[in-house]
């Protein structure tokens, strides 16, 4: 289940990057409300709970389905620009024409990423959760109102816990894109493609990116897609296509980049079959020859290579070559990382 980035130009001025203290203060946010998957963030969740009152921490916790799975596209650039200060992305919520800005809290609250959620929403949302029912109400019978609330909170919050952190956030993120914005100038859209998420297709007309719904965006002069580097928000992928706005991307730096969806699917389907589970018990300590494979599972030689192969494709095997006899051994960090894997898979 692709989103699917129809690359109308060549020209990298459709790509550009951006520095986001909103989108990285929210991203600090959900991993306040999400710590699990979040380890990297660890000793700026306790900090805050130990040092941020009560009250603050409460309106956290109240607010905190805007950012949850699927984050509201406001609290990402509105616009593309290189960078900004939190002062301009909250005016520029405020300046959000109000139906857009609620339909886009309705969206966040619902967890569905194209533009329209239907006039049954506070239905929906009672079967989600209270929390989203009582926003989901705030924001339908005074949005004005709702959203002066929430963007003196963004600013409360960020006094109290994130604007001593920015200064040396933004020079690690400022760092990141000026690598990505040298790769965008020689490679131009087909930048978009080094993400571990992403495969071009269409010699490069459509980039597919994985993710877990079907969507399709257009890129190009009039629509060009934002780039935002995030330390906070790993290990998420997060896609935004409001519909009249820019597209988003906010995407994680600091860690290794992990797999793809289509390569976690293929290394659990290759591990389904028992004659390849006792393959990997018998190559876990040491390189074994085929022939030696063979007889030691009671298989010919053409059988125990046609289920080595399917390992070697899912990358699940080191091969070593000793003149003519070839070795296998099981790549065990790659079967340990396997769990970790898929999670970072399902939580991009």
């Not at 986001?20 to 991993?31: D, N, R, V």
């Not at 950012?67 to 200060?85: D, K, N, V």
Request: glycine share 6%.
């Amino acid at each position: 289940m692709p989103v699917t980035l129809l690359l109308s130009s060549t020209d990298p001025a459709s790509i550009t990057m951006g520095v986001s203290p909103l989108a990285e203060l929210c991203a600090c946010l959900h991993a306040l409300d999400e710590p699990g998957h979040h380890p990297a963030a660890a000793r700026w969740v306790a900090r805050v709970h130990t040092e941020a009152d009560e009250d603050l921490l409460a309106r956290a916790t109240a607010w905190a389905p805007l950012w949850s799975a699927f984050r509201a596209r406001y609290l990402l650039p509105l616009s593309a620009g290189r960078s900004r200060t939190l002062e301009d992305e909250l005016a520029e919520i405020e300046a959000l024409p109000i139906g857009d800005f609620t339909a886009m809290t309705l969206q966040a609250l619902i967890g569905k990423n194209s533009a329209g959620v239907g006039g049954d929403v506070l239905q929906r949302l009672r079967l989600i959760s209270s929390s989203r029912v009582e926003l989901g109400t705030r924001v339908q019978n005074d949005p004005w109102g709702f959203r002066r609330e929430l963007t003196g909170f963004l600013a409360d919050f960020a006094a109290a816990a994130f604007e001593a952190d920015w200064p040396g956030l933004r020079t690690a993120l400022a760092a990141e894109a000026a690598v990505r914005e040298r790769t965008i100038a020689v490679h131009g859209p087909m930048a978009l493609a080094d993400f571990p998420t992403a495969t071009a297709v269409e010699g490069g007309r459509r980039i597919v990116l994985d993710k877990l719904y079907n969507a399709t965006a257009h890129i190009g002069a009039d629509r060009p897609c934002l780039l935002v580097p995030s330390l906070y928000g790993r290990p998420h992928f997060v896609v935004k296509h409001y519909p009249g706005y820019p597209v988003v991307i906010q995407y994680g730096v600091g860690t290794s980049a992990g797999v793809s969806l289509e390569t976690a699917r293929q290394r659990l389907a290759v591990l389904q079959h028992p004659t390849r589970l006792k393959l990997c018990y018998a190559i876990l300590r040491n390189p074994v020859a085929t022939s030696e494979l063979a007889n030691q599972l009671g298989m010919t030689a053409p059988q125990v290579s046609r289920h080595l192969r399917h390992l070697r494709e899912a990358a699940l095997v080191h091969v070593h070559r000793r003149g003519s006899v070839v070795y296998y051994q099981l790549d065990a960090e790659a079967i340990e990382r396997l769990g970790s894997d898929l999670l970072t898979v399902l939580y991009r």
